[in-house]
């Protein structure tokens, strides 16, 4: 089970990446960095000119264990979630979608050193440019689709986020025990603690995202229709009683974890989140932005959901589902360590 988790997400050490370093396998992220056209002199200077970039990549120091022993990764079979950020930043440039087109930053990509500069202050900040946070998280969705993983995200919050919500469909739920704002080193070991107890649970999610972007919903008196549900709900069952075994051992084990951990690191806490699977349009983060675009500047939409191609480019992924992770941090979390 691999899961792409936003590069705001892990920067901030928000419930969706830890919840997803915790269950995942693998978890795929958007590393910002150059071109392979750029040279390592050329990545040096840049880091030398960009104090910014500098500045992110030492927000992501607490994550290196992680990426050390491969629980975090910015590949998955050669492919880089940048190629989906690209396009989707070049799709709306060129007016794919009216409404988001005078959001985005002209020549995001045309320079190597400006477009390190924003998207790492972009990260840094919490993502409130629309022209760089947008095409990040649409590219993200369609890099997850293409590659037939799971997409992390938050519990909705935004007029878009919330939007954005309406256009899922549900597949399953569960709470689950996570540490909050835990250093890599404890992650690392828990995951290789956890690894054994948690086969089920991944297997079963799989199978359940499997099943709900591969059906089509059917429709009233459809035979096949009906199938798919009888085998949602199956696939749902069993993501919740995978889940209700591993809870209680998961949580001494977490609870363990944090006793035994470094005191100096009292931001790590002991806390619950909730798991939510969905299946949405693999557009839906441009669908939602774009209506909550509209809103706000007091336009309509003359296109309805879709987009208004810009070019005559079939879209490999269009009418493609994507599963997301929708975690949401409740009740109040446990405070491990010394204060």
């Not at 890599?184 to 799989?206: F, Q």
Request: hydrophobic share 45%.
């Amino acid at each position: 089970m691999d899961v792409v988790v936003s590069p705001y997400h892990l920067t901030s050490r928000e419930p969706a990446a830890m919840v997803s370093l915790l269950l995942a396998d693998r978890v795929v992220t958007l590393m910002p960095a150059p071109t392979r056209t750029m040279r390592a002199d050329d990545l040096r200077d840049a880091a030398y000119a960009l104090p910014r970039y500098l500045k992110f990549v030492e927000s992501w120091r607490w994550s290196q264990a992680l990426w050390e022993c491969g629980a975090i990764v910015s590949q998955r079979g050669g492919l880089d979630p940048i190629d989906e950020v690209r396009r989707v930043w070049e799709d709306l440039a060129a007016g794919a979608w009216p409404e988001l087109s005078l959001l985005m930053r002209a020549g995001l990509f045309d320079d190597e050193r400006g477009y390190l500069d924003a998207v790492a202050g972009d990260v840094l900040k919490g993502g409130p440019d629309p022209g760089i946070c947008i095409p990040v998280s649409a590219g993200l969705d369609r890099f997850a689709a293409g590659c037939g993983l799971l997409s992390a995200r938050s519990a909705a919050v935004s007029v878009a986020q919330k939007a954005e919500e309406r256009m899922g469909r549900r597949l399953f739920a569960f709470s689950v025990p996570v540490l909050s704002q835990a250093p890599g080193e404890l992650m690392s070991d828990v995951r290789a603690d956890a690894e054994e107890m948690l086969g089920e649970l991944r297997e079963s999610i799989d199978a359940a995202c499997e099943q709900g972007c591969a059906a089509d919903g059917g429709t009233d008196g459809d035979a096949d229709g009906g199938a798919s549900d009888v085998a949602g709900l199956e696939c749902s069952r069993r993501v919740s009683e995978a889940a209700g075994r591993v809870s209680g051992g998961l949580a001494d084990l977490l609870a363990c974890a944090v006793e035994a951990s470094d005191r100096r690191e009292t931001r790590t806490v002991l806390a619950t989140a909730t798991v939510t699977g969905v299946a949405l349009p693999v557009n839906a983060v441009l669908c939602s932005s774009s209506h909550a675009a509209s809103a706000l500047i007091g336009t309509r939409s003359s296109r309805g959901d879709e987009p208004r191609a810009a070019l005559p480019v079939a879209d490999p992924l269009a009418g493609r589902l994507v599963a997301g992770l929708v975690v949401k941090l409740v009740g109040s979390p446990v405070t491990g360590g010394r204060r």
